[in-house]
């Protein structure tokens, strides 16, 4: 299933490198991700292993080998794929990490944009600080998955203070695809994308198993039913600034669909 007919889909967040952390476990499985993404009309993704304590064998200065060898791989396996050297950063481990080992962690090791993970558990109170910390030190943040944490699922507004801040937001494809009105994780991720305030869509994938994978052509398919032109801008143009260290090209408008028009009903019948 290629992603709606998109000339260059860009996955920003992939474990995609081989026996480092808890994504691909040889080289092998990178293989079989990076064709399936091929498959699905992608050819750039960015490596991002685990930068934190309980993953002491993510090293930043052999990121960059370790893409390049991997590379070479798919290259002589035929698969058009290129990978991008990254990582997925702790805000515990940024606060003992060297500023050369954040940038050789950030994407293409340039040293502008990083890729920080949300944690799972309840937020530090000092969370939105850390982040803030970060950009002072001259870095855009892409925060990795928000959907995902309770503390964020009652309280979205933090998100939305965290974007009038200059964070960037990635949800991720599963999140989008999942099923179930009940589901606290599903309705905060279409929200974001639905309200404006998502900037990347992202596979986030560890394996080819598992009941909660999704592929990144399937969350695009998702997140498409709730804004056309932004989600494609998502996995598109925003990915593309975020690798060249470029400011993001402007947001397309999508028309509000039915869903929204009622709400947007609903609450000036309130008022």
């Not at 934190?52 to 390049?68: N, Y």
């Not at 994978?213 to 598109?236: C, E, F, K």
Request: charged share 25%.
């Amino acid at each position: 299933m290629r992603s709606q007919g998109l000339a260059h889909v860009i996955d920003l967040h992939c474990h995609i490198l081989p026996g480092i952390d808890d994504g691909a476990t040889e080289i092998g499985e990178s293989l079989a991700l990076a064709r399936v993404f091929a498959d699905e009309g992608g050819r750039t993704v960015a490596a991002t292993p685990h930068l934190r304590s309980d993953h002491p064998g993510v090293i930043p200065a052999e990121l960059a080998e370790r893409c390049r060898s991997l590379n070479e791989f798919l290259t002589k396996e035929g698969v058009p794929i290129r990978v991008v050297a990254g990582g997925e950063v702790d805000l515990l481990w940024a606060q003992s990490a060297s500023s050369e080992e954040i940038a050789l962690a950030s994407y293409g090791q340039r040293g502008t944009d990083l890729l920080v993970e949300t944690p799972y558990g309840p937020l530090p109170p000092a969370f939105e600080e850390l982040l803030f910390k970060l950009q002072r030190e001259g870095f855009r943040i892409l925060l990795a998955h928000p959907e995902r944490n309770a503390s964020l699922q009652r309280d979205p507004r933090r998100i939305g203070e965290l974007t009038r801040n200059g964070v960037l937001i990635q949800v991720t494809a599963s999140s989008l695809v999942r099923e179930g009105r009940r589901s606290r994780l599903a309705r905060l991720a279409r929200a974001l994308v639905e309200d404006g305030m998502a900037h990347v869509i992202a596979s986030d994938t560890h394996s080819l198993a598992g009941p909660e994978r999704a592929s990144l052509a399937q969350g695009l398919a998702a997140a498409g039913r709730i804004a056309p032109a932004r989600s494609s801008w998502m996995v598109t143009e925003v990915p593309q600034a975020i690798l060249a260290g470029e400011p993001l090209p402007p947001a397309p408008e999508d028309r509000p669909t039915l869903g929204r028009r009622l709400r947007r009903g609903l609450s000036a019948a309130r008022l």
